[in-house]
């Protein structure tokens, strides 16, 4: 085997490796397009935050504008506080309105903002105010069953 | 009559004390390959070498292998998805089983049955055919001429092999997913990119594929230069390197994703 | 023999050398010099030590007890790096050649003068060319060693070991195995090449009557010691039973056709226990 030959091999190969680990790194993972450039702090506090976890996006008409950084627990008020960074290409009216929702029925929980009237914007380190819990699945069907229950037992 | 039924006990006692010696042996060897291996480095051709030898030749296993998985991967997947109508999460399953798990897992059992073995049955012939004893005695140490190159050479080739493994397996994902059954190609895409994670699932998949690079480049050389100079020798050192690679890949594996993930 | 001057010291300098592996007793005692220039043979039947001695000689082993100088420097005493400062200076042929299997007959040649010089390639090309030439190979370098016949891979094995011109030549074994002209081929190349480079050289053998063609003097070695030794001559003329019967090959003698057992009669009567 030539020397040239092993090294044309060898650099095809090493070639081959790298354009995998790109196209990983691309095109399988969230690598593009969704990055958080030079990203500020906000909070907000929910009575529950369901299946929220850190990393998970956070939304404004859809579009990811941000990700959950970390979630503490407030033993004061009883009441989670989730630590978000919002990419600084974005600001926010101080009334924006933050709920917890799940994309699907089934699919991952994100962070919905949804910016009021305010003319005065969100700081760095800002809390939001007007926030929404999840929703608890099992909640929702305990309430619907005993609706229907009441509804089934109302008119004998 | 004492004797008989001590016998079991001295047997597992030989055992652990032989094995406990080869673990320790087995990490001297380590760091001498290590010590040593400043001279591989400054000689690029054993290295390229090396890295022909168990990563090229390795590749059309590697490749053939990966896009079948897939495929597999997403027939299973989509035969138990279709039933709660959630097909649009298969790209994610493929995707996230090879990044994690089947990739760096399944590359490095191919990589020691392949590459590995044939590293230590190169290894082995030489010092039964008393070639690394006349390295030796022309004053060139094999553990850094003939040893460290090809731990090297192992080592490097290694998570390229996962990260082809991986990409073709996702490609044969898409194949049997998109083009033969028919799920929407955008979700495929999107889904999988909105799930997987960049640092957590594949960053932590090429950390595993390189610890089991080490690992299995490690086996090889050992088995080959601790064994026995005999053509029987070879064939036993031979063998222990495909089982003790897979178990120690297993076992790793166990241990980095409760680490890892 | 006790000269000062370094010049005229003795190239291996052996005295009261022991060794062991694990239990058994291989050399007991062995007493031992190759003067400069000169061809010596080591004999002694199979498994009584004489390749261990050679690997001693080489540092591959060490010494359990005695004394073993090299060059005037002690085998034991040295670290790595002196050893193989050492070991440039000398070539060991191994008993079935030991060649390079995944090189050229060139490459193989060429691997000593690639590793320890910084020759240019033309250079390293003549040389090579010219210690081919010396073993009769120079039209085989293209070849790989799986295509030479057993007596051929030994020259060119040859031809590798004196790559570097070595002061001092080993050989374990050279002529198991060959057929009778490569072995007197193999017999002409050793004393022919000593002579040369100027080097010494110690034949490991039990090839009797090839050695006495070509070296200068003979240690028997039995049981771990020096058993016998003189010059080929010395040893021809010899009266010594041991001595005339490893020269003549005869079956039974000093050496006992029979490995130490107990007695025939007790083993097949007596109880099954060994």
């Known amino acids: 085997m030539k020397r040239t030959t092993i090294d044309l091999w060898v650099g095809i190969f090493v070639a081959l490796g790298i354009a995998s680990l790109f196209f990983l790194a691309v095109q399988v993972g969230n690598l593009r397009g969704t990055e958080i450039v030079e990203p500020y702090e906000l909070q907000a506090r929910f009575d529950n935050i369901g299946g929220l976890k850190p990393r998970a996006p956070v939304r404004s008409a859809g579009v990811v504008v941000g990700r959950v950084h970390h979630i503490d627990y407030d033993s004061e008020r009883f009441q989670a506080v989730v630590v978000m960074n919002i990419d600084h290409r974005y600001s926010f009216p101080k009334d924006t309105f933050a709920t917890i929702n799940t994309s699907g029925l089934l699919g991952e929980q994100y962070i919905g903002m949804e910016p009021g009237g305010d003319e005065a914007l969100l700081q760095p380190g800002d809390t939001m105010i007007k926030t929404q819990s999840a929703v608890v699945l099992e909640k929702l069907i305990s309430q619907f069953m005993f609706n229907k229950a009441a509804e089934g037992a109302a008119p004998k | 009559m004492p004797e008989a039924l001590l016998r079991p006990f001295i047997r597992l006692g030989h055992s652990v004390v032989s094995g406990i010696w080869r673990l320790g042996f087995a990490s001297r060897f380590l760091g001498a390959i290590l010590m040593m291996s400043g001279a591989t480095f400054r000689r690029p051709a054993l290295l390229m070498r090396e890295i022909y030898f168990s990563g090229v030749l390795s590749l059309i296993i590697i490749l053939v292998s990966g896009l079948f998985v897939g495929m597999v991967l997403a027939l299973h997947g989509y035969d138990t998805l279709s039933r709660y109508g959630s097909e649009e999460w298969l790209g994610v399953l493929v995707a996230l089983s090879l990044t994690r798990e089947l990739g760096p897992v399944l590359a490095g059992l191919l990589f020691a049955s392949r590459a590995g073995s044939a590293i230590t049955a190169e290894i082995g012939l030489m010092k039964a055919t008393e070639q690394l004893s006349a390295m030796a005695m022309m004053a060139v140490n094999p553990v850094a001429r003939v040893v460290a190159p090809r731990f090297w050479g192992g080592v490097i080739a290694m998570p390229l092999l996962a990260a082809m493994f991986s990409a073709m397996g996702v490609l044969g994902g898409y194949l049997v997913g998109v083009v033969q059954i028919g799920v929407d190609p955008g979700s495929f895409w999107s889904q999988m990119q909105s799930q997987v994670d960049v640092e957590r699932d594949i960053l932590a998949g090429v950390i595993k594929s390189v610890v089991f690079g080490f690992a299995v480049a490690l086996i090889a050389v050992f088995e080959g230069y601790d064994s026995e100079a005999t053509a029987e020798g070879v064939s036993r050192a031979t063998t222990r390197t495909v089982v003790t690679s897979a178990l120690v890949i297993l076992g790793l594996d166990f241990i980095l994703t409760a680490f890892l993930f | 023999m006790t000269s000062p001057s370094p010049d005229l010291a003795p190239v291996v300098d052996i005295r009261d050398l022991h060794f062991r592996y694990d239990a058994r007793d291989v050399l007991r005692g062995i007493n031992m010099r190759v003067p400069r220039g000169k061809v010596v043979a080591i004999m002694g039947g199979s498994g009584c030590g004489k390749t261990t001695l050679m690997r001693l000689i080489g540092g591959q082993l060490r010494p359990r ?12 005493d040295i670290n790595r790096e002196r050893l193989y400062d050492l070991r440039r200076r000398m070539g060991m042929l191994f008993q079935f050649g030991a060649l390079f299997t995944d090189m050229s007959v060139y490459d193989n040649v060429a691997f000593p003068l690639h590793e320890h010089t910084d020759l240019p390639e033309e250079l390293i090309r003549d040389l090579v060319l010219m210690k081919l030439h010396a073993v009769g190979l120079r039209g085989a370098a293209h070849l790989m060693p799986n295509e030479l016949s ?12 004196i790559a570097l011109d070595p002061q001092l030549i080993m050989y374990d074994e050279p002529f198991t195995g060959l057929d ?25 053998t039990h090839d009797v009557q090839e050695s006495l063609q070509i070296v200068d003097y003979i240690y028997f070695v039995s049981e771990g010691r020096i058993a016998a030794e003189g010059t080929p001559d010395e040893i021809r003329a010899s009266t010594d039973p041991w001595v005339h019967q490893f020269v003549w090959g005869e079956s039974d003698g000093p050496v006992p056709f029979q490995y130490p057992a107990r007695p025939y009669r007790e083993a097949l009567l007596g109880s099954a226990d060994a």
């Open chain 3, 65 to 76: 007890g005695g004394e073993l100088k090299v060059f005037g420097e002690s085998i034991a």
């Open chain 3, 150 to 161: 057993g007596g051929m891979a030994r020259r060119v094995a040859l031809a590798r070991t």
């Open chain 3, 180 to 204: 009778p002209i490569s072995l007197s081929v193999i017999g002409q190349l050793i004393r022919r090449l000593n002579d040369a480079l100027g080097a010494s050289s110690i034949v490991v």
